[in-house]
């Protein structure tokens, strides 16, 4: 998990509060991936980067979620306000390596009470 | 829609015996298959690849990958407790973008 590091790892919040994800992927590579987790519709994709730029955000489940990368080493996914069915486990992922697989961070688990 | 189906599970298998984990995917000119093992409360890491049809083995593991038939499946030989995890099955598309499309995963359950 040291190519990618998540903050936090845990996150509690209540119903209506805004939540900011971040990740700080290693240098290196030019696309980063945003995942949800869910055990009822297990990993989903929310959005990808690509160089920086937002490619694909047809995974992003409506306007309250968004994401940003300002620059190469950061990244966040923020959620205002947030739900009680946002609650999931998000990881932030990479693309690296001859055969483009994804390498993980260790991801956030946020409650929304 | 891309779809990759996995069975659930879980999928109980004895210490020491072959566990087979299968997944099925919907676009046939899909160009390359991973597997993820993905530990309780862990991240999913990358145990294998494959692109071309048949087996490819790496330690206790094989993939087999049949394209004609949109199968992919995982080997496991002389399984361990250690292995229990859930194991995601993810294919990249055809066209070159590298954008997988995950299966919801199997739980695999290695009982001494």
């Known amino acids: 998990d040291a190519g990618v590091i998540q903050s936090p790892r845990h996150e509690v919040t209540e119903m209506g509060q805004e939540v900011t994800l971040r990740c700080k992927p290693i240098s290196g590579h030019n696309s980063l991936f945003w995942y949800r987790q869910t055990m009822m519709r297990g990993l989903e994709l929310l959005i990808y980067?690509?160089?920086?730029?937002?490619?694909?955000d047809s995974g992003m489940p409506e306007d309250r979620f968004s994401a940003k990368m300002p620059n190469a080493s950061f990244s966040t996914l923020k959620i205002q306000p947030s739900e009680p069915r946002d609650s999931a486990v998000y990881f932030c992922?990479?693309?690296?390596?001859?055969?483009?697989?994804?390498?993980f961070g260790p991801g956030t688990r946020l409650t929304v009470l | 829609q891309k779809e990759v189906e996995q069975n659930s599970g879980p999928l109980s298998v004895p210490e020491g015996a072959i566990a087979s984990l299968n997944c099925t995917y919907s676009?046939?000119?899909?160009?390359?298959f991973f597997w993820y093992r993905q530990y309780s409360g862990k991240s999913p890491e990358l145990i294998m690849f494959i692109y071309s049809n048949g087996d490819k083995e790496d330690g206790r593991f094989t993939a087999q990958l049949n394209k004609a038939s949109q199968y992919v499946s995982l080997l496991i030989r002389d399984s361990q407790p250690s292995d229990s995890a859930t194991y995601l099955c993810a294919v990249n598309p055809a066209g070159g973008s590298y954008i997988p499309t995950f299966g919801r995963g199997t739980s695999l359950i290695v009982h001494p």
């Open positions: 676009d046939r000119g899909s160009q390359s």
């Open positions: 992922a990479i693309r690296q390596g001859l055969i483009n697989e994804q390498f």
């Open positions: 980067f690509n160089n920086n730029v937002p490619i694909d």
